[in-house]
């Protein structure tokens, strides 16, 4: 089944704690984002990977890592976790970057990791 | 920066009326994207526009591109229960490699 998967899916930590959450996806997508979604302010990119070893900032990336060693894992760090950082967050894929003419490169969510930070 | 407005930020609706969901973006869009999500779940992909005053339906929904690019509509027409959800419009510019999504409009229905 062609999927995104996200772990963990809920994650209580404190705030300094480094921790990782996983992202996979298993339909050979280059391009792969991470969103996180707040209340009234819809989905913000935090970061993106138009593929192996590309990332770019989006729009929140402070307080945020990523890495793009394999094209189908990106894995988002938070090196020192605060409490502002308590969110939902998501993984996307799609094939190609958004807007690459010839196609509607939809994006693919994953589950959603829920991380409240003490 | 690049700026998605969505509104309304809620929406109530009797089940069987119609209703209309805007984006409007700050900048001339290469184009946009709708997402629904469901309570509880994640943004699942509905539509792309790309063309100046392109419309595109989907049974009951009807999705609209400005002529000039910068804003998108969502009409649904007949609102069921299963409609319930958050609706995102997310915008690329020109040559641009990332979404901005708006706030969304979270859809309730009246039985």
């Known amino acids: 089944e062609a999927q995104v998967t996200q772990n963990p899916r809920y994650l209580i930590t404190v705030t300094g704690k480094k921790l990782t959450v996983t992202c996979s996806q298993n339909m050979n997508h280059e391009y792969m984002s991470w969103y996180r979604q707040d209340p009234g302010l819809g989905l913000r990119q935090i970061y993106y990977?138009?593929?192996?070893?590309?990332?770019d900032k989006g729009d929140v990336p402070e307080g945020y890592k990523v890495s793009r060693k394999e094209k189908r894992n990106f894995p988002l760090i938070l090196e020192s976790p605060s409490p502002n950082q308590t969110s939902l967050y998501f993984c996307a894929s799609s094939l190609k970057r958004p807007g690459l003419a010839g196609g509607s490169y939809e994006q693919y969510f994953g589950p959603g990791t829920r991380l409240t930070v003490t | 920066g690049q700026q998605v407005m969505q509104i309304p930020q809620y929406q109530h609706v009797q089940e069987g009326e119609d209703f209309t969901t805007y984006c409007n973006s700050s900048t001339t869009l290469s184009n946009i994207q709708w997402y629904k999500q469901r309570p509880g779940g994640h943004p699942v992909f509905l539509i792309q526009l790309v063309k100046s005053g392109e419309v595109k339906k989907q049974k009951r929904l009807t999705f609209q591109f400005g002529e000039a690019k910068k804003n998108s509509s969502l009409h649904i027409t007949a609102t069921q229960t299963t409609d319930v959800g958050t609706y995102f419009c997310?915008?690329?510019?020109?040559?641009?490699?990332?979404?901005?999504f708006g706030g969304g409009t979270r859809v309730l229905v009246k039985p």
């Open positions: 997310a915008g690329l510019k020109a040559a641009g490699n990332k979404l901005t």
């Open positions: 990977s138009m593929n192996v070893e590309v990332t």
